[in-house]
């Protein structure tokens, strides 16, 4: 099978079947061998693996994944590529093409499917939607050993991000609270067909066994984490009484903060992980 990772074999493939590019969702293939043979290292595939890949286009990621993994599930939505990908991943026995959205599909369904074993989720994601897939998996207790992904250089960098840097936020939070992040790549816009406007990165989510903190309620946790960075530069107190569906006064906020050794002005951007679930356990 020819290596669609080279820029003439992608745009051969393209221009024989006619394909135009859908902007709306998120279509930027890569034509870089180099960075897909980082991806495939990083997530370091074995013959064990099921893998989930995310978006295949023409199929140059999922010939990759199927020479090295038991079995690859290739969920893509544009209609239009589903007899490309016919064509570019006839020889692979072990891939299974489903034409649908992401974000509409069990992915759980799929899981149980293939006996319940963890998935390993590989992609160059659509970037318009992101958060709702790597949040949706996780949220949704997907089965799952690790996500290794492509996306926009700003969000990997609000994945990976610390306490008190810029890029710290309610993401950073969230995606910690399920995995150990780690960017692996970063990848110029020129590696893609057609390029994009942002720059990229790849990332690997390391899905942990449990949450590294120990919470009473999930749900209250996120609810405090989100609407202390409603409002960035605001102390923690204040962003919390404004948050009519969580209703904390200044005065409890102050409370709680005085019991864990933290000042009353502290903003949201300075606490940990750990910080925050043992504030919402005792709310
Ligand atoms: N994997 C290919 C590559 O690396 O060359 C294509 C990556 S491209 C950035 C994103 C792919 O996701 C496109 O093929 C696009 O059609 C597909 N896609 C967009 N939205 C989707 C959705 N909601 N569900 C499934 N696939 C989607």
Not at 21 to 37: A, E, M, S
Not at 96 to 116: A, F, P, Q, S, Y
Request: charge should be neutral.
């Amino acid at each position: 099978m020819a290596n669609l990772g080279i820029p003439q074999n992608t745009i051969e493939v393209l221009q024989r079947h006619h394909f135009n590019f859908q902007k709306k969702y998120g279509q930027n293939f890569l034509i870089d061998t180099r960075v897909l043979d980082k991806i495939i290292r990083a997530a370091e595939i074995t013959e064990e693996d099921c893998v989930l890949e995310i978006g295949p286009g023409i199929g140059t990621m999922t010939q990759c994944l199927a020479e090295r993994a038991g079995e690859v599930v290739a969920v893509e939505i544009d209609r239009n590529l589903i007899p490309i990908l016919e064509e570019t991943l006839a020889d692979y026995r072990n891939v299974t093409v489903i034409h649908g959205d992401i974000l509409k599909i069990e992915v759980r369904e799929l899981v149980r499917e293939r006996g319940d074993r963890p998935l390993k989720v590989v992609a160059n994601l659509p970037y318009y939607i992101t958060t709702p897939i790597i949040m949706g998996l996780f949220e949704g207790h997907v089965p799952l050993k690790s996500i290794t992904v492509m996306v926009q250089k700003e969000v990997a960098a609000r994945m990976q991000a610390s306490p008190g840097t810029k890029d710290y936020g309610a993401l950073s939070l969230a995606v910690q609270y399920y995995a150990k992040p780690e960017i692996v790549a970063n990848v110029p816009p020129n590696c893609f067909i057609p390029r994009p406007g942002v720059g990229s990165a790849v990332i690997r989510l390391d899905k942990y066994e449990k949450p590294p903190v120990e919470v009473k309620d999930e749900e209250k946790l996120f609810a405090v984490i989100r609407a202390s960075f409603n409002q960035r530069r605001k102390t923690l107190a204040n962003s919390l009484e404004n948050e009519p569906r969580l209703s904390i006064s200044k005065k409890r906020t102050a409370e709680i903060l005085e019991s864990m050794g933290l000042p009353p002005a502290v903003r949201g951007e300075a606490l940990t992980l750990e910080q925050f679930a043992a504030f919402s356990s005792l709310l």
